[in-house]
């Protein structure tokens, strides 16, 4: 059964950094791609970051050059390392795997509050 569980969030000022994990049960990891997505309080759920099995990443315009992806493989986890932390970066995290129709059920994501 497809397990995703999102932590590290927390609350930081801007300027900060945070790291994100999200550890994957089941197939879903192994197989595919990988994304983390965000949601912001009344806007959509969007796509920030992805890794493919073999580690090439992109990201959003929104978050180049501060955001990070990576994975591990052996621990089937898939991280999202932030820095400069803006308060628009302010939502939940979520990881799944790409593209959405090889998506699992969310987890429960990991809030981020950027504020002073």
């Known amino acids: 059964q497809v397990q995703l569980v999102e932590s590290g969030g927390g609350l930081v000022q801007p300027g900060g950094s945070l790291r994100l994990s999200c550890a994957a049960s089941?197939?879903?990891?192994?197989?595919?791609?990988m994304g983390w997505y965000r949601q912001a309080p009344g806007k959509q759920r969007e796509l920030v970051a992805g890794i493919t099995r073999a580690g090439s990443t992109n990201y959003s315009d929104s978050v180049k050059g501060r955001f990070t992806i990576s994975r591990d493989n052996a621990k089937n986890t898939v991280y999202l390392q932030m820095n400069s932390l803006k308060p628009e970066d302010t939502a939940d995290y979520y990881c799944?795997?790409?593209?959405?129709?090889?998506?699992?059920?969310w987890g429960q994501g990991t809030q981020v509050t950027v504020s002073s």
């Open positions: 089941g197939s879903i990891f192994s197989y595919n791609a």
């Open positions: 799944n795997a790409l593209p959405a129709k090889v998506a699992g059920p």
